[in-house]
Each structure stands twice: as C-alpha cells, then as structure tokens.
C-alpha cells in the first residue's frame, strides 16, 4: 500500500492477555516510530527505530511493553500481561531517513485502538 | 517539566478571527520542530515545518524564538474546517542520548464556531 498500514484496527482483550500489534511503514523509510495516545491526550513516545542503530526505547512504560523491527520493515509492538491502563490507541509512524538535522515528516498509520477489559 | 508543552485549551474563535497558540521546549538542543493537526478519531498530519526565520503557509504562520525556547503558530480568517487538535512536536536533538525522537506536545484544541 501508499501509506503506513496498522493491524489490527480494534482489539479487545481481557486483563493479563498478551497482545501484538503490527506496523507496516511505508517501503524505503528507514525510521519507525510507536506512539501511545489515550482519549484526550496527547502522544505519548514509545520507541523509536532508525535503520541499523540500536533503537530508542525511553519511552516504554513497563518491562511488559517490547517492540521489534525485523528486516528494517514490519515492526511488532507487544504487550504482555496487559493491564486496564494499556487501554489507548497506538499509533505507528514511518519517516523516509529521520535524524534530528533532517525534520522529516511523519506519516502515520490510522492506528490500533485497544481496549483491555 | 514535560519535555513539550503547549496549553490544551479549548479555544473557542468565530470564523474569520485571528488565533495564536504557543508551545514551550525544555531541551535546549532540539533541532527540529513542526507543527501537526490531528481531526477528532484521525491520525497526526504535518501541517508545517517551523524554520529559524519564520515561515508562512497561506494563512498559516509558524515562528521559533530559540532563546526563549518557545514555538508559535498563529492562524488568520479562521474557517470552520481549522477545527482539530494542533500539536507542536520538537526533535531532540543531539547531544543526548535521544537523537531523532520526535516529541509530541500535549494538543491544543481549536473550535472555530459559525
């Protein structure tokens, strides 16, 4: 596809269920971020991939939170033994190159939104 | 201190006003900085890059005070579709451990009313 594609759209799992949740950023971007936003918030950073380089992982919350990039493509963004307030849409991003010189733009995917009962 | 910083408002404007929002940064050696409107259930678009000098996209005025470390984005001839959450995102810069983390301010809400 054109855009970054997110799956799946909704989820809803039950407190203490593992979920995973994918991105397929847009073919040739080198940089992938996973940002959290819960209803009326702002985004809340995750975890940043840029190529090669050890990603940025700041902004996870927990030891449950884990995300992975295989092949510089597709990333997964796990949450083991979820908990009410993982509740929020997580929304991916893919830019062409990323770095703090270059300002590129972000291009979201329409996100994940989940909810833990 | 948060990292971003803008006032989430409401800010409630009739159509054809003049509105300003501002966004304040904490680290001093952030490099980039834009701001992104986000609709009510939709995802984050760029809406403009802010450059050193200033810039204009039609009714559209972004302007970086560094010294201040604050970020301004003022709106003219409001219209009824400028409604939407604007966020200012900062780049990190280098000099930290966090170079090319893009860092969202919390949102400022625009209601433009008829």
């Given at each position: 596809g054109a855009g970054v594609s997110q799956s799946p759209s909704n989820k809803v799992t039950e407190k203490g269920k593992d979920v995973e949740l994918r991105c397929d950023p847009i073919s040739g971007h080198t940089a992938l971020y996973w940002y959290r936003q819960s209803l009326g918030q702002g985004l809340e950073f995750l975890i940043y991939f840029q190529?090669?380089?050890?990603?940025?992982?700041?902004?996870?919350?927990?030891?449950r939170f884990s995300a992975e990039r295989t092949g510089g493509s597709v990333s997964t963004l796990t949450i083991q033994?979820?908990?009410?307030?993982?509740s929020a849409v997580y929304l991916c991003a893919s830019s062409l190159v990323g770095g703090a010189e270059l300002g590129e733009k972000l291009f979201f995917g329409s996100g994940t939104q989940l909810s833990v009962l | 201190r948060k990292e971003v910083e803008q006032d989430p408002g409401p800010f409630n404007v009739p159509e054809g006003a003049t509105v300003a929002f501002n966004c304040t940064y904490s680290?001093?050696?952030?490099?980039s900085f834009f701001w992104y409107r986000q609709d009510c259930r939709k995802e984050p678009k760029l809406l403009m890059s802010v450059y050193s000098s200033g810039n204009e996209d039609g009714r559209f005025t972004a302007q970086l005070n560094r010294a201040s470390q604050y970020i301004s984005l003022l709106i003219r001839d409001s219209k009824l579709s400028d409604s939407a959450t604007y966020l200012c995102v900062v780049n990190n810069g280098k000099g930290s451990s966090n170079t090319g983390k893009l860092i969202f301010g919390q949102g400022t809400t625009l209601q433009v009313k008829p």
């Open positions: 190529g090669n380089s050890a990603p940025d992982k700041s902004g996870l919350p927990s030891d033994r979820t908990q009410q307030e993982d | 680290n001093s050696a952030s490099q």
